[in-house]
Nanobody
Framework: VQLQASGGGLVQAGGSLRLSCAAS????????MGWFRQAPGKEREFVAT????????RYTDSVKDRFIISRDNAKNTVYLQMNSLKPEDTAVYYC????????????????WGQGTQVTVPS
């Protein structure tokens, strides 16, 4: 599966963005999906994940109650709705696909998109 992330941009603190990740191929619905982010000088970190059916979601503590991950298997797309954005959310956001469950570990993901920049000025 090939992944294409989009929707990043510059947004003021407190604002919202919705990231999208479009997948090619007919097996998208078999994959668990995740969003990760990487800020300058920092390691890539887990943000959120959703099971193949959409029935299970998990979030890192810093985005709980602010971000929502969802998916539309008919459109081969996973979304990350980001609300109440903070400067510390500034990073390149990556979507990824896994056959190995809703993992927080990036090593569990076998396919990665190219990343989309989210910038929240302080």
């Amino acid at each position: 599966v090939q992944l294409q992330a989009s929707g990043g941009g510059l947004v003021q603190a407190g604002g919202s963005l919705r990231l999208s990740c479009a997948a090619s191929g007919r097996t998208f619905s078999n994959y668990d999906m995740g969003w990760f982010r990487q800020a300058p000088g920092k390691e890539r970190e887990f943000v959120a994940t959703i099971s193949s059916s959409g029935g299970t979601t998990r979030y890192t503590d810093s985005v709980k109650d602010r971000f929502i991950i969802s998916r539309d298997n008919a459109k081969n797309t996973v979304y990350l709705q980001m609300n109440s954005l903070k400067p510390e959310d500034t990073a390149v956001y990556y979507c990824a696909a896994s056959y190995f469950g809703t993992s927080r570990n990036p090593n569990s993901y076998t396919h990665w998109g190219q990343g989309t920049q989210v910038t929240v000025p302080s």
